[in-house]
Nanobody, 127 residues
Framework: VQLQASGGGLVQAGTSLRVSCAAS????????IGWFRQVPGKEREFVAG????????YYADSVKGRFTISRDNAKNTVYLQMNSLKPEDTAVYYC?????????????????????WGQGTQVTVSS
């Protein structure tokens, strides 16, 4: 499966932005999806995840209550709605897909569990 992240941009603190992850090649309904982010010089960190059927979501503490992950399997797309953005949310955001994860009760927060990665989209939050 190929993943294409989009929707990043430059926004002011306190505003909202939605990034999308579109899949091609295979139906996204077979995959759990995670969003990760990375700042230069730092390790990639987990942001949010959703199971293959959308039945369970999981968030990093730093974004809980502000970000919402959702999926539309009919459109082969996963979304990350980001509200109340802060300057520390500035990063390149990557989406990733894990195949064969139907057994999970909640999505994994470990990047090593994900098999496919998109190219990333830059989100910059100004203060």
């Amino acid at each position: 499966v190929q993943l294409q992240a989009s929707g990043g941009g430059l926004v002011q603190a306190g505003t909202s932005l939605r990034v999308s992850c579109a899949a091609s090649g295979r139906t996204l309904s077979s995959y759990a999806i995670g969003w990760f982010r990375q700042v230069p010089g730092k390790e990639r960190e987990f942001v949010a995840g959703i199971t293959w059927n959308g039945g369970s979501t999981y968030y990093a503490d730093s974004v809980k209550g502000r970000f919402t992950i959702s999926r539309d399997n009919a459109k082969n797309t996963v979304y990350l709605q980001m509200n109340s953005l802060k300057p520390e949310d500035t990063a390149v955001y990557y989406c990733a897909a894990e195949y064969g994860s139907a057994w999970r009760l909640k999505p994994s927060s470990e990047s090593k569990e994900y098999d496919y990665w998109g190219q990333g989209t830059q989100v910059t939050v100004s203060s």
